[in-house]
């Protein structure tokens, strides 16, 4: 067995579940923030491929699916191997373009949709895997990359923006890194529920909750003397954005329950459906990225039952997200991806399940600027290698960092001063924007 496909997840019953340790929706912590161009940027050859100024997007929700969804039983079926299991492909709306049945509404969004099924890459522990397709970076001792997410916040978010520039829904996501704090992600545990500590307490009015304020920053005062002024900087921008989400009507965009009955259906009416439609309502008032998780991936067990599960509620949810930001004219701006740490094996263990394998597998985008209704990229008849394509993460990124504007050269600074590129080598994937 190759080293990659070694099953290696001490977590793997927290993420089958679906529970996530809930934290804090700032997380606290503290870190250098700094920024250096040495080249320029990217904005001008993008507006003269878009052929318009301005970046080809300007949002972000990522589909994340926790533990690695086989791309054999999804987005790259393999009917005619012996491996390829028991599901039948379906045709979408693009000729030539098939996807597993259990995804019906998604293949009738397929015209917006591009699906690289030549992603391959390193690493196949969850934690490290996660961490590379959230940073660019394999992880190492020397320093705490960003995830892009908060290369997003720190690139294009408004400080004036009442709502938090990065929001991760039942999926704590990685942080800020070296970026800080203030560039972390706001957590949202279960979108089903109330958002907690974004309300006056019980009997609190807004002259008592500013009293309670200055009070706060008062006791803090003596703190502040012994730590670097950098680092308090961070630690009062978290708090001054955390009154700020308290105070705003905005904080309504996280109230899912505003919506009519027939449209919390259409997404499902289940966690994920719920955070789904909340995704979108984030973005309709001006969020950055929102990541959204469904947990159950790693099926390395009763695979084909458990896939069948997931994409009966993937699958609603994501078509009615596309559909959604359609209509109301915001997908052209927005990217949609959908994706998680690797695949899994085309071999079935005797578990009747998939374990993990990064080498070939595929993930889905659509809306910013990416051109729908095409596949880039192919396995071979087993889904086990990629014979045309291949596309890394390096490539996948410096993609993102394309669409959006942000110049994949500029370069941040580690808590040890050591300047880092926001994207280290790859290359735009050809074809994919239009």
């Known amino acids: 067995m190759n080293k990659l496909d070694n099953h290696s997840c001490l977590d793997c019953s927290t993420e089958d579940s679906g529970l996530l340790l809930p934290r804090r929706p700032f997380i606290k912590g503290a870190g250098g923030a700094a920024g250096l161009s040495l080249f320029g940027s990217i904005k001008y050859l993008m507006a003269e491929a878009a052929g318009k100024e301005g970046a080809l997007a300007e949002h972000v929700v990522l589909i994340w699916l926790v533990g690695g969804a086989p791309h054999i039983d999804t987005l790259d079926p393999k009917t005619d191997s012996k491996t390829g299991g028991p599901f039948k492909s379906i045709k979408t709306t693009v000729s030539g373009i098939e996807i597993c049945e259990h995804l019906p509404k998604v293949a009738r969004q397929m015209k917006d949709i591009a699906i690289i099924r030549g992603m391959s890459s390193a690493e196949g522990n969850h934690d490290r895997a996660r961490y590379l397709m959230h940073t660019g970076y394999a992880p190492s001792g020397s320093a705490q990359h960003p995830s892009f997410g908060a290369h997003i916040s720190a690139e294009l978010a408004d400080p004036s923006q009442e709502l938090p520039a990065f929001v991760s829904i039942q999926t704590p996501s990685l942080g800020g890194g070296f970026l800080g704090a203030r560039h972390s992600p706001f957590f949202v545990n279960n979108p089903t529920q109330p958002i907690q500590n974004v309300s006056y307490p019980k009997g609190v009015s807004t002259p008592r909750y500013d009293q309670r304020i200055k009070m706060l920053e008062y006791m803090e005062s003596r703190f502040s003397k012994s730590r670097l002024r950098e680092e308090i900087d961070s630690h009062w921008e978290v708090y001054r954005k955390a009154v700020t989400l308290v105070k705003s009507p905005k ?158 050269n500029k370069q941040n600074y580690s808590g040890r001063g050591r300047p880092i590129k926001i994207v280290k080598d790859g290359e735009v994937i050809p074809g994919l924007f239009g």
Not at 256 to 262: A, G, Q
Not at 352 to 364: C, I, T
Not at 375 to 391: A, F, H, P, Q, R
């Open 251 to 408: 904080v309504k965009a996280f109230d899912v329950k505003l919506e009519n009955s027939s449209v919390r259906q259409k997404y499902g009416e289940n966690s994920f459906g719920q955070g789904c439609l909340m995704a979108r309502r984030l973005i309709e008032h001006g969020v950055k990225f929102v990541e959204v998780g469904q947990g159950g991936w790693d099926t390395h067990q009763n695979n084909f039952d458990r896939s069948k599960a997931l994409m009966g509620t993937l699958d609603p949810a994501v078509a009615a997200l596309l559909e959604d930001l359609r209509d109301r004219q915001l997908l052209s701006k927005t990217m949609v991806i959908v994706m998680g740490e690797f695949g899994r094996t085309p071999r079935i263990n005797g578990d009747e399940g998939r374990d993990h394998y990064p080498r070939a597998w595929s993930l889905a985008m659509a809306g910013g600027g990416v051109k729908g209704g095409q596949l880039i990229g192919k396995t071979d008849n087993t889904g086990s290698e990629v014979v045309d394509g291949k596309v890394v993460p390096s490539d996948f990124f410096q993609s993102l960092c394309f669409a959006l504007g942000i110049d994949p």
